[in-house]
Each structure stands twice: as C-alpha cells, then as structure tokens.
C-alpha cells in the first residue's frame, strides 16, 4: 500500500499540440497552447511554456461538450490536438488554475467567473 491514487492512460503518439481551453457557463472563455521542451507533460507547473492560441470550431465544440456532460458550469479542458484522430480530451479539471491563460490571453478569468456568478 502506497496512500496514492493511481492513473493510467494510454500513450498518445502523434501529438501536434496540447491545448487548454477555460470553459465558463458552456461557452469557451480563453484558449492556451502548452509546450514544454525537455518533458512530454505539457504542464505550466512543471515548466511548459504557456502561448496565445486561436482554438478551432471543433476544439471549441469538444470542449463545450465536455464541460456540459459534466455539468461543469467552470472547466478548464485539455486537449491533445493529434495527427491522426484530431483533438482528443486529455483531462476536464474543475479547479482548473488560470495565471498563464490570464497572462497569455489578457482575459481576467477572475472578473469573468464573477460576472458569470452575478
């Protein structure tokens, strides 16, 4: 016994791109693209570089439609834009942080997610 969850997923291997999309009240609020240069985890916590992006109808869609399925009214969805199966839903996080989307975007998910809450 370790006191750990444990979480499998299976390899992606033609991956273009991983993208984050902040989703608020079903609608997308911003979009991020993460690249980091020494690790396959594109994670802005482990150091990935955080760039503006311009997000398709489709990653737009899938990511609406993940949130909703979910229920979630705030999400952020990340997606692994790949060669051959287009974008795919990586992960939908519920507490997702939004210091790099703010910072890449210019978008204040704070006075956002307050606006929405009024």
């Known amino acids: 016994s370790v006191g750990a969850v444990f979480c499998l997923q299976p390899f992606v291997p033609d991956v273009l791109r ?7 009240g079903g609608r997308q609020l ?7 240069a ?5 994670n802005v916590a482990r150091g990935a570089c955080a760039l503006p992006y311009s997000s398709t109808r489709e ?5 609406e439609r993940a949130a909703a ?11 692994l834009v ?11 996080n519920g ?6 989307i703010r910072r890449v975007t210019g ?12």
């Not at 911003?30 to 980091?36: D, K, P, Q, S, W």
């Not at 978008?107 to 009024?118: N, S």
């Open 95 to 100: 507490v997702p942080g939004w210091r790099a």
């Open 107 to 118: 978008v204040d998910v704070a006075v956002e997610l307050i606006r929405f809450l009024l």
């Open 82 to 92: 790949t060669r051959h199966a287009g974008p795919i839903v990586l992960e939908v």
């Open 18 to 24: 991983d993208v984050r999309i902040l989703v608020l």
């Open 38 to 42: 020494n690790d396959w985890r594109h």
């Open 59 to 63: 990653e737009r869609d899938l990511a």
């Open 69 to 79: 399925v979910l229920g979630a009214e705030f999400c952020g969805v990340d997606l």
């Open 30 to 36: 911003a979009a991020m693209e993460r690249r980091h």
